[in-house]
Protein backbone atom coordinates (compact mmCIF):
# COMPACT_ATOMS: atom_id res chain seq x y z
CA UNK A 1 0.00 0.00 0.00
CA UNK A 2 2.92 2.36 0.98
CA UNK A 3 3.79 2.29 -2.55
CA UNK A 4 0.72 3.50 -4.00
CA UNK A 5 0.88 7.16 -5.12
CA UNK A 6 0.12 10.03 -2.97
CA UNK A 7 -2.70 11.96 -5.52
CA UNK A 8 -4.23 8.48 -5.90
CA UNK A 9 -4.29 7.91 -2.42
CA UNK A 10 -5.52 11.87 -1.65
CA UNK A 11 -8.59 10.73 -3.97
CA UNK A 12 -9.71 8.03 -2.24
CA UNK A 13 -9.49 10.26 0.39
CA UNK A 14 -12.16 13.01 -1.25
CA UNK A 15 -14.42 10.38 -2.76
CA UNK A 16 -14.15 7.72 0.27
CA UNK A 17 -11.94 4.87 0.86
CA UNK A 18 -13.37 1.18 0.57
CA UNK A 19 -14.92 -0.52 3.71
CA UNK A 20 -12.93 -2.56 5.66
CA UNK A 21 -9.57 -3.81 5.79
CA UNK A 22 -8.49 -2.43 2.02
CA UNK A 23 -9.83 0.77 3.28
CA UNK A 24 -8.18 1.02 6.50
CA UNK A 25 -4.68 0.21 5.02
CA UNK A 26 -5.12 2.92 2.27
CA UNK A 27 -5.67 5.62 4.93
CA UNK A 28 -2.53 4.69 6.93
CA UNK A 29 -0.53 4.59 4.21
CA UNK A 30 -1.58 8.29 3.36
CA UNK A 31 -1.01 9.53 6.64
CA UNK A 32 2.56 7.93 6.88
CA UNK A 33 3.10 9.48 3.36
CA UNK A 34 1.41 13.20 4.18
CA UNK A 35 3.67 13.23 7.43
CA UNK A 36 6.59 12.24 6.00
CA UNK A 37 7.20 9.17 8.03
CA UNK A 38 7.68 6.92 4.73
CA UNK A 39 11.34 5.93 6.26
CA UNK A 40 10.12 3.68 9.26
CA UNK A 41 8.49 1.54 6.50
CA UNK A 42 11.72 1.19 4.24
CA UNK A 43 13.73 -1.37 6.63
CA UNK A 44 9.90 -3.73 6.54
CA UNK A 45 10.26 -3.68 3.04
CA UNK A 46 13.69 -5.75 3.03
CA UNK A 47 12.26 -8.17 5.28
CA UNK A 48 11.64 -11.91 3.40
CA UNK A 49 8.15 -11.98 2.75
CA UNK A 50 5.88 -14.84 4.46
CA UNK A 51 3.67 -17.00 2.66
Same mark, same amino acid.
Given at each position: &????? !??? #? +?? $????? $????? #?? /? #? &? /?????? @???? #? !?? +?? !?? &?? @??????
Amino acid at each position: &MIDLP !EPY #L +LW $FSNKG $FPEGK #LG /Q #L &M /QLALEI @KING #L !EY +LI !EP &MK @KLPTVH
